[in-house]
């Protein structure tokens, strides 16, 4: 599966965040915790289902698979500022942690739907600007994980997507908060030469690429570009 019809897919992780959303008390819905994922590998690879072959995803199982210790490992230490790692996903049928093809040819690892429980406000930042502040204060402070964790691998990309809320703060109606979703992707050369202090952060996401569904987008990607004060 190549990383844009992936991403496209985890862009309804929007609406797992409105069911949480909408229903705070139904563990069906409940954010997973880095631990818990950890535990769900274990479940994922032991029922290799039909689902995983007619979606074309045997691959990414076995992807999974061979970096099953790399994976446990990454996010028994992963951190995103304040909170340990939780995440929107059925546990059911799937993991929050995608294998794909970026550019028909480079193997993404994208760990998906990160649940940020903060709400920006839509009156004081552009769609834009609330993305800086989620690449800000959550995914750039965590990105060196995926260089400890994944050294020497033939992962070429890496990739989080996160889910946070956005309200006009002036409108208190419940239906007027709503959810957007940020993809950040790396090539991991670069990634590493910014852990090995080589390399600025302002370089690094000017590396990266870059999309976004804000809260007017029914569905669907738009890429941007995103400058670091």
Known sequence: MSVKNRL???VFSRINWSLYRFNPTDKNYFPKSAEYVVQDIDRFLS??????????RIDEFS?????QNNLK?????LYFNDLS??????????????????NDKSITLIISSVYIKHTYNTLELSSKQRATKVLSSYILPSLKEFAKHFPDSKIEYFAISCVYGSKDFSNDSELNIKPEFLVFMVPAETLKEYVDLELTEEALVNSAEIFLSDRNMVTGLKKIEI???
């Open 73 to 77: 490992s990454f996010f028994n230490e």
């Open 47 to 56: 029922n290799p289902s039909k689902d995983n072959k007619v979606n074309e």
């Open 63 to 67: 992807l999974i698979k061979e970096y």
């Open 85 to 102: 790692g939780s995440f929107l996903y059925d546990d059911k049928t799937e993991l929050p942690i995608q294998f794909a093809l970026f």
């Open 227 to 229: 400058t670091i004060d």
């Open 8 to 10: 496209n897919y985890e």
